[in-house]
């Protein structure tokens, strides 16, 4: 089959990207063919249509506009597909029948730069793994600003590290045993890769380093081979658009808290299990995009380095007692870009004049933020970034538009081609009154198409009037145009002035993107500076507003809290939040909680986690007085959850999380436990969740808060160290029940689920039916209550 000499083009630079959709540049267009037209026609709702492309060839086609296409190829990525973009590499020029054309970037979903269509406080992984048995190495790579880091670890606690992160993409060895323990991340797209052997020289030669001691990370063997396989699909995918990733970092799994994925939600830290809002929201009155993500990140990640800790602390009651500053300096970062992905923009060519003019205004408001900050942070000699700001903003107009982007006096040679643009369009003008005033043709108008440039349009009515010296060109339906050898002398004077216009420009431009450029290390370095003030004034803002106190976090198990309240449900409900005491040590370390529904058990579990919590990301607490013992992990077991995914019930689900917290938490840690045992019958789940306290008590000595409707539970105090009872206080009055919301010692001894039932109203012969069956339940027990306290399995 015979065919044309575009679509034979087509066909060979698609054979090098099969898995991509390839948009081939044609003019104005960017084209699909084949399945890609279908796979466009059905993802981003366009017409499939189809082209003949030679004899009894008719080839399906879907295109888009290359001035819309961001918005096109955000929604591909977010479908999981990667876009290949064939450009043209030639202008067009009169007998050029086929362009030159060629893939100049491949866009997958962990590398796109388009900062309209990034959601500004997402952090946007793509990771590399090697497979070295019981351990694996990790790579990841933030695209978007430049970060690489690598680690190593059991492969179990990297997979717990991968879902916390959500990589977007995750690159394997090809035929590789990985891929099978990948089916949490089954929606994601897995790339294999044939070549993906520890090139230690290209590593090296990529990052300009002799070895790895440079950058600190030579003892991570695992860690460089999966970045090693990164780079290459990088290194393949995005050609020449790699300048921003100056350097390979550790990625510190030690320096921080490792949160679970559910106890991340459990406690509703980033998202709400309903609708409502979340830990991030109360506490995020950051001003920047990079603030915003650091304390995203510190949030589910936080510190366990006392050091790191108490130096945040300190700078946020530096601020927290200087509102004035506070104020300024939160007025001063809201003039501040992304400058992380501004800067990656820059290395990659992809800024654009406005978002260059922003960052450069950007970057001379630092002073201002210097200022303001100098007493309490270190800053770094940026001058030289300053005078390069400087220089950008005299450079480029205050708004830039398509053909008008330097300022005049900018260079000599482009002020001397506008005036001729100019002065030609004005002469354009002056042709056109001039010759209306001879033909007498008032609606003779002169316009400027692609084919035959400028042109005198006069429409049927008029032809009769046209002079002889005009030279028909083209006929229309209501008109005739014409050209003059005067105004085809001038249109070539315009034209030429235009295009050395353009191209002036265009190199004037590349020249301040390449000189921006080379601050690309430097750059990081005050990014990393503006998002730590940034998430540091938003925590001192946001203790100034709630009356939050300055925590004392060490090294011991103490958990000191001093009427402690919940930070995220104080700001929702419409009345006062009843604040709570919670005071263990090594001698008093866990809690049975018991109290009806309704009273306030899962609120004040998750109310110490959140203390916890936000004292070691540095932050003030909702309390009166707060002394933190270093925690290492925390651990929540809470609510009903199945997987009907993975067949598993509602107690399955409940009995795997628990096991996963009995293996993994150590005596640093602290767990939240609510109803332990409930989804199984009344004796087994009593069974387990005695047995589960017992086990937690004399082989783990977790602090731990266990909220129960077993109200046997608490007999454990009298045999189990450290076990001490609490209750949620309950008050009758006038046949009515009153929810204190006060946790006290001692032991609730009713569940009051029958009046719970009343109150939600079933109806009252369900009622009166329940209360005499639990009459009886309650007399056959009572006996068997009194054993259980006697009970030990270790």
């Not at 690598?150 to 991968?162: G, R, V």
């Not at 990052?207 to 090693?228: M, P, R, S």
């Amino acid at each position: 089959m015979q065919y044309p000499p575009l679509l034979r083009q087509y066909k060979k630079i698609k054979q090098k990207y099969q898995e991509e959709i390839l948009l081939f540049r044609v003019g104005d267009f960017y084209e699909t063919f084949y399945d890609d037209a279908k796979k466009m026609s059905e993802i981003l709702g366009l017409t499939l249509t189809s082209k003949p492309m030679g004899k009894n060839i008719r080839v399906p086609l879907a295109g888009i506009p290359v001035k819309a296409a961001e918005t096109y190829i955000s929604k591909l990525l977010k479908a999981g597909y990667s876009v290949a973009i064939c450009e043209q590499l030639e202008e067009p020029s009169k007998g050029k029948k086929l362009l030159k054309r060629d893939v100049v970037e491949v866009i997958t979903p962990g590398t796109n730069l388009n900062l309209g269509l990034i959601e500004e406080s997402e952090t946007v992984y793509i990771v590399g793994i090697w497979d070295g048995g019981r351990r694996w190495g990790v790579a990841l790579c933030e695209y978007t600003t430049g970060d690489f880091f690598i680690f190593e670890n059991e492969k179990e606690k990297c997979l717990e590290i991968l879902k916390n992160i959500s990589p977007k993409e995750i690159i394997i060895p090809e035929n590789s045993e990985i891929k099978k323990y990948l089916e949490d991340f089954k929606n994601i797209p897995i790339h294999e890769i044939f070549d993906f052997e520890f090139d230690e020289e290209n590593l090296k030669e990529f990052f300009g380093i002799k070895n790895f001691e440079t950058f600190g990370v030579a003892d991570i063997y695992l860690g460089l081979k999966a970045g090693a396989g990164l780079l290459s699909f990088l290194q393949e995918k995005k050609k020449g658009l790699l300048n921003h990733i100056k350097s390979i970092r550790r990625f510190n799994i030690s320096e921080r808290m490792y949160l679970d994925k559910r106890t991340i939600k459990n406690l509703e830290i980033i998202e709400p299990v309903y609708q409502g809002k979340t830990l991030f929201d109360i506490l995020n009155k950051t001003k920047t995009a990079m603030g915003k993500r650091k304390l995203k990140r510190d949030l589910i990640s936080p510190f366990v380095d006392i050091s790191r800790i108490k130096e945040r602390l300190k700078r946020v009651n530096y601020f927290y007692q200087n509102y004035e500053k506070l104020e300024k300096l939160l007025d001063a970062l809201s003039k501040i870009v992304d400058l992380e992905r501004y800067m990656s923009r820059i290395a990659t060519f992809k800024i654009t004049p406005k978002e260059l003019k922003k960052f450069a205004h950007s970057i001379l408001n630092l002073k201002e933020i210097e200022e303001l900050t100098k007493d309490a942070f270190k800053w770094l000699d940026y001058e030289d970034i300053v005078e390069m700001a400087k220089k950008i903003d005299r450079w480029i107009v205050d708004e830039p538009e398509e053909g008008y982007i330097i300022q005049d006096g900018v260079n000599e040679e482009l002020d001397e081609y506008r005036r001729l643009a100019k002065y030609g369009k004005d002469e354009i003008l002056k042709i056109e009154q001039r010759e209306r005033k001879r033909t007498g043709i008032q609606s003779l108008k002169i316009g400027f198409n692609q084919v035959f440039g400028y042109y005198i349009e006069i429409t049927k009515a008029n032809l009769n009037k046209v002079p002889s010296d005009y030279i028909e060109k083209q006929t229309l339906t209501n008109a005739k145009r014409f050209i003059t050898p005067e105004l085809k002398e001038l249109e070539e004077k315009i034209l030429n002035a235009e295009e050395k216009i353009e191209k002036l420009q265009n190199e004037i431009y590349k020249k301040l993107i390449e000189e921006t450029s080379k601050f690309v290390e430097k750059l990081k370095e005050i990014s990393e500076l503006i998002s730590e003030i940034d998430v540091v004034a938003s925590l001192a803002k946001v203790a100034l507003e709630n009356n939050y106190i300055m925590p004392e976090v060490t090294s011991d198990s103490a958990l000191f809290i001093k009427e402690g309240r919940h930070p995220v449900v104080e700001k929702t409900i419409n009345e006062t939040f009843i604040p709570n005491d919670t005071l263990m040590d090594k001698n008093e370390r866990i809690f049975i909680i018991t109290g009806p529904n309704m009273a306030g058990k899962s609120t004040y579990l998750r109310q110490v986690a959140l203390i916890v919590l936000m004292a070691q990301i540095g932050s003030f607490v909702p309390a009166k007085e707060a002394k933190i013992g270093l925690v290492d992990r925390i651990f929540s077991r809470i609510g009903a959850s199945d997987d009907i995914s993975k067949g598993v019930s509602t107690f399955m689900a409940e009995m795997m999380e628990t096991a996963e917290i009995l293996y993994n938490a150590t005596e640093k840690s602290l767990l939240i436990l609510d109803e332990i045992g409930r989804g199984t019958s009344t004796y087994d789940g009593l069974a387990i969740a005695c047995s589960v306290v017992e086990y937690i008590s004399k082989k783990i000595k977790a602090r731990t808060l266990f909220a129960t409707h077993y109200h046997e539970l608490p007999k454990l105090t009298k045999n189990l160290p450290a076990v001490v009872s609490y209750k949620i206080l309950v008050k009758e009055w006038k046949n009515e029940i009153i929810f204190m919301h006060k946790v006290v010692k001692g032991e609730a001894d009713r569940s009051y689920g029958i009046y719970v039932a009343k109150i939600a109203g079933l109806p009252k012969e369900v009622i009166k039916k329940a209360e005499s069956i639990l009459e009886i339940l309650e007399q056959q027990t009572k006996e068997e209550r009194k054993k259980i306290g006697q009970l030990s399995l270790f």
